[in-house]
């Protein structure tokens, strides 16, 4: 019979010991498994509405051509206002889309507004337990923080179902979530017939490398949800922002509330995708240009910080792996995914 002295150097000793091999190959995140061909993905509408059942037929089309089976949910067509039905029914279409061991992935059709007013009907229990690739971008940001606040399950930042699915973007989320890739994305260069291009441009705001988790989307939803319990925590994240229809001094403000709120000074690094029609029209708010704006906030955090990445709203965009680790260089404006976001 073991004395108590010598059971506590047992344990000690045991404690000592390193742990063993498979402890460092264990996952630290609850990866959805990669699409295949045949595969169905569900088509929810968890924000705005599709007026016009022609557009959703392209949209289905444009799933096929993909090699991918679409599930349509119930409320798809569904109208309440300016949303593509009450809250309840669709946070039920998309809940239901995570109890269907059928489906193997969720695009968002659109985006809109409406996202957040969810939140609350979301089980996120069953989303942990059923790890699925959600794909959107816009207002579904409210749905990829939440997710990354509340489960560990990744998504992708991407375009929507009835986006327009051009080559960059189609390969771009084809590598991520067929193959398993981790891709190094960069931004091409301009094909303006100039002398010198003024598009597909890198703005750097401080120089350097950055290694951490991919966290970010929509300026605009992102801000809005600061307070929340859905927001995740920044704390050595490589944020990533963009937005659209925005004055150049609304973006200040929503920086500055980030901020204010401690996320800024958390960040490991800053990538600022594309503002698309973010251009002040008021005589009283012209002044800064979005660039001015940007430096101001982002250069004297200290991390690396660039503009000008393909993330937002554009005909072509990178996907991005939410919640998945990643290297950013910023003099390069180049952004290095570390680990499959896929099993």
């Known amino acids: 019979m073991i004395d108590r002295r010598t059971l506590i150097q047992l344990l000690g000793a045991a404690m000592a010991m390193p742990a063993p091999a498979f402890a460092a190959t264990l996952p630290a995140r609850r990866k959805p498994p990669r699409l295949r061909p045949g595969d169905t993905v569900g088509l929810v509408e968890p924000a705005g509405f599709t007026a016009d059942s022609f557009d959703l037929a392209v949209v289905l089309e444009t799933v096929r051509a993909m090699g991918l089976v679409p599930r349509p949910a119930p409320h798809l067509l569904s109208r309440y206002g300016y949303l593509a039905g009450r809250d309840e029914e669709r946070g039920g279409d998309l809940m239901a889309m995570y109890r269907d061991p059928a489906v193997k992935a969720i695009f968002a059709v659109r985006g809109g507004w409406g996202c957040a007013r969810i939140l609350p009907h979301l089980d996120f229990d069953v989303i942990r337990a059923n790890p699925k690739l959600l794909i959107g971008f816009s207002d579904i940001t409210a749905l990829h923080l939440a997710l990354a606040a509340r489960t560990d399950c990744p998504t992708i930042h991407g375009p929507n179902a009835a986006s327009s699915w051009g080559e960059l973007s189609w390969e771009s989320f084809r590598g991520l979530v067929f193959e398993g890739e981790t891709p190094t994305y960069s931004t091409p260069p301009g ?70 709120a401690g996320i800024l000074g958390k960040v490991a690094g800053v990538v600022f995708g594309q503002c698309t029609s973010c251009t002040s029209q008021g005589s009283s708010t012209v002044g800064f240009t979005l660039s001015q704006v940007l430096e101001q906030h982002l250069a004297p955090l200290g991390v690396p910080a660039f503009q000008g990445a393909l993330i937002g709203h554009v005909a072509n965009q990178f996907s991005i792996p939410v919640g998945i680790p990643a290297e950013i260089d910023a003099e390069a404006g180049t952004i290095r995914i570390l680990e499959p976001v896929v099993a």
């Open 191 to 260: 094909t303006e017939d100039r002398l010198v291009q003024r598009s597909g441009r890198i703005r750097t705001f401080r120089p350097g490398r950055a290694t951490g988790p991919l966290l970010g989307g929509n300026l605009t939803v992102l801000a809005a949800l600061v307070g929340t319990p859905y927001l995740p925590d920044f704390d050595g994240a490589i944020l990533f922002i963009e937005d659209v229809d925005e004055a150049e001094y609304r973006i200040d403000r929503m920086l500055t509330q980030l901020a204010l």
